[in-house]
T-cell receptor, first 114, second 115 residues
Framework: AQSVTQLDSHVSVSEGTPVLLRCNYS??????LFWYVQHPNKGLQLLLK??????LVKGINGFEAEFKKSETSFHLTKPSAHMSDAAEYFC????????????FGTGTRLLVSP | NAGVTQTPKFRILKIGQSMTLQCTQD?????MYWYRQDPGMGLKLIYY???????DKGEVPNGYNVSRSTTEDFPLRLELAAPSQTSVYFC??????????????FGPGTRLTVL
């Protein structure tokens, strides 16, 4: 069975400092992995996705994530946080068999202080 | 392109009432989904559809029904609402590709409270 664990429920950073949101996955097959962002009272927006091409994936708004098979990780990073980055972030694994449903992590709330 | 739209944005129901959550997408996507998001949790799949006339259950289908008569619309029906159905409901759609779907695009959500 596939699953995803987001290691921190909350992360607090200051504006201008780096962001690291951690995600570990479990998968019996080669996974596809996604990061989605959810701003307050909004729907989910795709930040980036990994689908077995380059292991370093660049997304929107300066975010990137690196797929590390040996560590079963897909951590999300950004060099310099902006106030507008404050949101909930979801790491998602896609089952690559059958219907290929998405399995969501429980989310990490990113707080950015001035 | 409006993308995925959902109505209503908010709704309060009494126990035992019924309602339909509307979802429409204008991207000509074959695949459509309904999720619920409970506080502090990730999204759970309720139902999905791989095309007009074809639907199937997800992880948490009890208490819900769906239909898919057109490519664009995928309404979710709640019969006999219960407090356990208090949640935020998201509709999503995705393009068909070999072996399944590509990226899923989400609507803004419907916040439902059952009292």
């Amino acid at each position: 069975a596939q699953s995803v664990t987001q290691l921190d429920s909350h992360v607090s950073v200051s504006e201008g400092t780096p962001v690291l949101l951690r995600c570990n996955y479990s998968s019996s097959y080669s996974p596809s992995l996604f990061w989605y962002v959810q701003h307050p009272n909004k729907g989910l927006q795709l930040l980036l996705k990994y689908t077995s091409a380059a292991t370093l994936v660049k997304g929107i708004n300066g975010f990137e994530a690196e797929f590390k098979k040996s560590e079963t990780s897909f951590h999300l990073t950004k060099p310099s946080a902006h106030m507008s980055d404050a949101a909930e972030y979801f790491c998602v694994v896609r089952m690559n068999t059958g219907f290929q449903k998405l399995v969501f992590g429980t989310g990490t709330r990113l707080l950015v202080s001035p | 392109n409006a993308g995925v739209t959902q109505t209503p944005k908010f709704r309060i129901l009494k126990i035992g009432q019924s309602m339909t959550l509307q979802c429409t997408q204008d991207m000509n996507h074959n695949y459509m989904y309904w999720y619920r998001q409970d506080p502090g949790m990730g999204l759970k799949l309720i139902y999905y559809s791989v095309g007009a006339g074809i639907t199937d259950k997800g992880e948490v289908p009890n208490g819900y029904n769906v239909s898919r008569s057109t490519t664009e619309d995928f309404p979710l029906r709640l019969e006999l609402a219960a407090p356990s159905q208090t949640s935020v409901y998201f509709c999503a759609s995705g393009r068909r590709r070999d072996g399944g779907t590509d990226t899923q695009y989400f609507g803004p959500g419907t916040r439902l409270t059952v009292l």
